[in-house]
């Protein structure tokens, strides 16, 4: 059997490369979603020491529909760094992704430690901001078909984000309208609610679920709440701009 560092290798190759592989579950059916955590866990330390930073954390599986469909009761989370992060307004590569598709997500950054159990209180008095973003996901894996713990294993398919400007950290984000539009055509149309019917829960959840890991949310900490649409896939030449009620707006243009 693959060793959880070769599969590490294998999924980080395949990121790092732009390269479509396998699902790791076609080999190994009894792989683990706490094995898939594991090979999570080596793959991004690959990254960093080639040199990328922590960055934060991301939420996947925000919605109960979503958990049904694919038999679990918790959110998913992966790791992000700042190779990760593209400026606002600047121009995402799709020759660096191989299925590269954009939702989008509340962002929270902290100013305050954030572990184990917390309510949303403590949670709400943790963090420095809120804002607006999108999340570039991208399934290494061919034909964008995956089991549960190969996504895991993929870093939950975490590829990139987008931060829209800061907001204070008491704004309102429980239901607040999203339009994403390419081209200025809407695409994508929902609400902040869609995501574990407020925001601050994936907070929450993000706390205790890490913390399982041994880890914790630190100050500085950029964490993405889920997806609050369904993803759209991207191309080259499309301009895509994602405006949320009283948060602002979040854009990016798509090159080859």
């Known amino acids: 059997m693959t060793s959880l560092a070769g599969l590490a290798q294998i999924v980080d190759e395949a990121a790092r490369t732009a390269t479509a592989i396998p699902q790791l ?52 989370w992966g790791r992000l760094t ?3 992060r593209l400026g606002e307004g600047g121009e995402l590569h799709r020759s660096r992704y191989v299925h590269p598709r954009v939702e989008p997500e509340v962002a929270y950054i902290l100013k305050k430690p954030l572990e184990g159990e917390v309510s949303a209180a403590e949670a709400l008095a ?28 993929d870093n939950s398919s975490s590829s990139g984000f987008f931060v829209g400007p800061w907001a204070c950290p008491s704004t309102d984000v429980a239901n607040l309208g999203i339009l994403m539009e390419v ?12 995501i574990l019917g407020d925001p601050i829960r994936s907070l929450v959840a993000a706390a205790r679920l890490v913390a399982r890991a041994g880890e914790r949310l630190e100050p500085g900490d950029v964490v993405l709440a889920g997806g609050a649409t369904a993803a759209h896939p991207l191309a080259p030449g499309m301009h895509v701009q994602t405006t949320f009620q009283r948060l602002g707006r979040v854009a990016f243009s798509v090159v080859a």
Do not use: C, H, N, W
């Open 25 to 76: 579950t076609d080999t190994l059916p009894g792989l683990t979603v706490d094995d898939a955590y594991a090979v999570q866990a080596l793959s991004v330390a690959r990254r960093r020491a080639r040199g990328e930073r922590r960055a934060g954390f991301k939420m996947g599986l925000p919605s109960r529909a979503k958990m049904a469909q694919v038999g679990v009761s918790e959110v998913i």
């Open 82 to 84: 700042d190779a990760m």
């Open 126 to 153: 943790a963090l420095e901001a809120v804002a607006p973003a999108v999340e570039i996901i991208d399934s290494r894996y061919r034909d964008f078909k995956f089991a549960l713990p190969d996504v895991v294993a």
């Open 183 to 194: 081209d200025g055509r809407p695409v994508q149309i929902g609400s902040t609610a869609a």
